[in-house]
């Protein structure tokens, strides 16, 4: 009697998940990913803006100083501007995508830079280090016919030799007491009129009238502050 010989069974469903699940690799790494990475580098390449820094250096004379922008941005710049108060400025490029200029005045300052993609960046910053304001009369003193006043200033400080006064007849004083630590000088006061000027080491000056008149045994100190000004250059670059 002739035997069979046992038969095995097919399993198609093993065989069909596994092919299914390669497909979907398959469409996953070759269409969905690359389509992904690509719409991801459109819209990156699309909407990338630069990244923009303003500094604004110390000044060491308090005339001047140097205000550096810089771009950090994959794309190449399509053009770059920059503004005090208002006024166009020319830049002068440097190493590493940065851009300068010498500013002799304070100000608000307005910077723009727009990619190659067309996409604009923009920062704003102010210039506060130019010292533009003249020395103040700190004290003044009136005392047995001597005037004595003091100055002070912020910024580049009191040129303590630009300190000097006049009488009356535009004849100029000489000082009776001098004191360079806190800016003091005295004078014999002109009781018909006393004008004293100052500059600090910017330049910046003040002027100031003084008279006086009794009050009983007592001399009484008037003074009118004159209007301050700068020599300082208003160019901006």
Known sequence: MEQRQPTSR??????????RSDGWTHVLLFYVLPFLVFNS????????????????????DFLSTEVTL????WFPTKSVTMTIDGEPVE???????????AVYKNGSIDARVTNLNGM??????????IDENAPTFEDTNLED??????LSDTQSGVDFDSIYAVNSAGEQLEATMLNPEINAKAFVMD?????????????NEVHQSFTSHKEGSKGVLDSSKEEETAEGSDNIV
């Open 10 to 19: 097919r399993q198609p469903g093993r065989y069909q998940k596994k092919s």
């Open 41 to 60: 580098l459109l819209f990156f390449a699309v909407t990338a803006t630069p990244k923009l820094s303003l500094t604004v250096a110390e000044s060491a």
């Open 70 to 73: 810089k771009v950090e941005s």
């Open 91 to 101: 830049l002068t490029k440097g190493k590493s995508r940065t851009y300068s200029v």
């Open 120 to 129: 604009p960046g923009m920062i704003t910053g102010h210039i506060n280090v």
């Open 145 to 150: 016919g001597i005037l004595t006043v003091t």
């Open 191 to 203: 009781p018909a009129g006393t004008q004293v000027y100052a500059k600090d080491k910017a330049g």
